[in-house]
T-cell receptor
């Protein structure tokens, strides 16, 4: 049972336009969400996170939106740059004193075309 | 500021052998988590070590074991290797008291023949 789902395996956008990556989750106990970027032959790099007490968090070109009622979050990248081309993973962490693991989606391959 | 480091970068083993992977956490971090990433999948949580104890474990068999040393570095051991253990093994570090963001190392690519 996949608790974090990224339903789009790939996304292609033009340089300068907006990239929107989506993520859905099923576990209502998740209270912290993260986005990671991964280049081939490297480990995932942390991009941005959001707590369930917020609905938006911004960091430069990256904005994450959280819709708790829909159990949906999205990552917006504006403007997109060719260097943003990578696999993006959505991850979630649960509440409670004994839940320390991150649960990941399968990832979305973003290609930004010059 | 040194990030998370892992060794070796690549490893080839045969079925039935045992392997040990190593990880040094980011400076200032005291918690180490291990993940397995199969091709085309997201990372899957194996276990987390804090204060030299296994604090939480994912759905992995007992063939997967670990250790954390007093300097916070960690080892992942896998016994009786199976072909299906071929994957990228990722180490992530964080600060134990409530920090949920984990920072990953570059990984060790394990191939079991």
């Amino acid at each position: 049972d996949q608790q974090v789902k990224q339903n789009s395996p790939s996304l292609s956008v033009q340089e300068g336009r907006i990239s929107i990556l989506n993520c859905d989750y099923t576990n209502s106990m998740f209270d912290y969400f993260l986005w990671y970027k991964k280049y081939p032959a490297e480990g995932p790099t942390f991009l941005i996170s959001i707590s369930s007490i917020k609905d938006k968090n911004e960091d430069g070109r990256f904005t994450v939106f959280l819709n708790k009622s829909a159990k949906h979050l999205s990552l917006h990248i504006v403007p997109s740059q060719p260097g943003d081309s990578a696999v993006y993973f959505c991850a979630a962490s649960g509440s409670g004193g004994s839940n320390y693991k991150l649960t990941f989606g399968k990832g979305t391959l973003l290609t930004v075309n010059p | 500021d040194a990030g998370v480091t892992q060794s070796p970068t690549h490893l080839i083993k045969t079925r039935g052998q045992q392997v040990t992977l190593r990880c040094s956490p980011k400076s200032g971090h005291d918690t180490v988590s291990w993940y397995q990433q199969a091709l085309g999948q997201g990372p899957q949580f194996i276990f987390q070590y804090y204060e030299e104890e296994e604090r939480q474990r994912g759905n992995f068999p007992d063939r997967f074991s670990g250790h954390q040393f007093p300097n916070y570095s960690s080892e992942l051991n896998v016994n009786a290797l199976l072909l299906g253990d071929s994957a990228l093994y990722l180490c992530a570090s964080s600060w134990g008291s409530g920090q949920k963001t984990q920072y990953f190392g570059p990984g060790t690519r394990l191939l079991v023949l």
